[in-house]
T-cell receptor, first 111, second 115 residues
Framework: KNQVEQSPQSLIILEGKNCTLQCNYTVSPFSNLRWYKQDTGRGPVSLTI?????NTKSNGRYTATLDADTKQSSLHITASQLSDSASYIC??????????FGKGTMLLVSP | EAGVAQSPRYKIIEKRQSVAFWCNPISGHATLYWYQQILGQGPKLLIQ????????DSQLPKDRFSAERLKGVDSTLKIQPAKLEDSAVYLC?????????????FGEGSWLTVV
């Protein structure tokens, strides 16, 4: 069964600090992995998409890594801002747009 | 570029009543998805359309849920009769090509509360 596990479930950090969110998956076959940011009451918005051959991809203060051998991905947020408070969802595509979603990590950035 | 449009944004109904949600995908996007997201969980796929054909509806509770995309553009999702456990956000999403790395764009969601 395809599964995506995210950790931690929730996280509180001080504004300006860095943090790293983890995503482990058991999805086969593997096409790509995406990180989405979902603000409360809003739909998910894509942050990054990574294919099998990509190890690192950055989008501003967000940096995603992918280790296809260990089936792990991380999302690193640098110099956090209050607006980073949201749920971060890891999504793995096994082809033909068959997506497996993680439950998300709820991040709260505190002033 | 306009995003994925959904309506209504919020709906409160009593159990056993019916409700319908509407979605207009990004112009030109052939693939349309309906997801159910229960509070604290990731979205769960209900149905996926490619143009006006159904690609995957394996997790759609067909005894009470139905969806259509008659002209291959906008879509409606109906629940009849609603149960308490249907309380969730119903997300519509679209993408331009199936089975590629193209980004899937989500709408803001329709929040359903069944009382």
């Amino acid at each position: 069964k395809n599964q995506v596990e995210q950790s931690p479930q929730s996280l509180i950090i001080l504004e300006g600090k860095n943090c790293t969110l983890q995503c482990n998956y058991t999805v086969s076959p593997f096409s790509n992995l995406r990180w989405y940011k979902q603000d409360t009451g809003r739909g998910p918005v894509s942050l990054t998409i990574m294919t099998f051959s990509e190890n690192t991809k950055s989008n501003g203060r967000y940096t995603a890594t992918l280790d296809a051998d260990t089936k792990q991905s991380s999302l690193h947020i640098t110099a956090s801002q209050l607006s980073d408070s949201a749920s971060y969802i890891c999504v793995v595509n096994s082809g033909y747009s068959t997506l497996t979603f993680g439950k998300g990590t709820m991040l709260l950035v505190s002033p | 570029e306009a995003g994925v449009a959904q309506s209504p944004r919020y709906k409160i109904i009593e159990k056993r009543q019916s409700v319908a949600f509407w979605c207009n995908p990004i112009s030109g996007h052939a693939t349309l998805y309906w997801y159910q997201q229960i509070l604290g969980q990731g979205p769960k796929l209900l149905i996926q359309f490619q143009n006006n054909g159904v690609v995957d509806d394996s997790q759609l509770p067909k005894d009470r849920f139905s969806a259509e995309r008659l002209k291959g553009v906008d879509s409606t999702l109906k629940i009849q009769p609603a149960k308490l456990e249907d309380s969730a956000v119903y997300l519509c999403a679209s993408s331009s090509l199936q089975g590629t790395g193209n980004t899937i764009y989500f709408g803001e969601g329709s929040w359903l509360t069944v009382v």
